[in-house]
């Protein structure tokens, strides 16, 4: 990216969060948002605001500068359960981080980020929105909503010149999921699923947000974009 933007990533304590914010560290401006500051997060020396966007008070965000270039939203959850095991919190709980979060944020910003004359938002889905797997009901169902909500804001804020994407990954190698990777056969097992043949990582999500959020993008909105091993489109 030529000129320095500012940058705001949620969900930068970790995984690939964390990953982008290291990238886009480097000449931009980032503002890092986590409900806990890591050491990994520390090192860089962004600037932190330590709160869960989804409930608190985001009063706390009136610091940030009068022009947002780059929100990238990319808290995450991974509850997977049958169906008849899903309680009706589980199904909230999912909506509120994945979905409310976003809106809530998106709608605090807004005005900064029409004021830069051109900026773009980056939301986070999975690749089980398309295809539809077992036990995802819950996540799937937030994560869908994600997606409707990227497209709708694209077309609303397009006259505003700001650019609203979505990346859906495949599973990928994070704390997050480290449960559904946690000893060699699992790992092999989830890799073998993938046309790739392997599992991603957080840097390759975080090539992707950051390419979304710079100017090389610019004529690309209202897109969800699968980096996902070839999961959601190829049968090998």
Known sequence: MSNP????IVGAGKGIGLKTAELLSE?????AIS??????????????????????????????PDQIHGLIYC?????????????EQDFLSDFQQNVMGA??????????????????????????VKLGMPFHASIAASKGAVEGLAKSLAAELAISAIRVN??????????????????????????KRHPLQRVGTPEEMAQMAAFLVGDN?????GQVIGVDGGLGSLRV
């Open 27 to 31: 000449g931009n401006n980032v503002f």
């Open 217 to 221: 993008s610019a004529w690309i909105t």
């Open 5 to 8: 933007k500012n940058i705001v």
């Open 103 to 128: 809106v809530r944020l998106i709608q605090k910003l807004l005005p900064a980020m029409k004021r830069a004359n051109g900026a773009s938002v980056v939301l986070f889905s999975t690749v089980a």
């Open 166 to 191: 979505v990346i859906a990954p495949s599973l990928t190698e994070t704390p997050l999921a480290a449960n559904l990777l946690s000893t060699p056969e699992k790992k092999d097992a989830a890799a």
């Open 35 to 64: 409900r806990n500051e890591t050491d990994d997060l520390r090192a860089l020396g962004t600037s932190f605001y330590g709160i869960d966007v989804s409930k608190d008070d985001l009063g706390v965000l009136d610091g940030l």
């Open 75 to 87: 808290p995450g959850s991974i509850v997977l359960k049958p169906f008849n095991r899903l309680s």
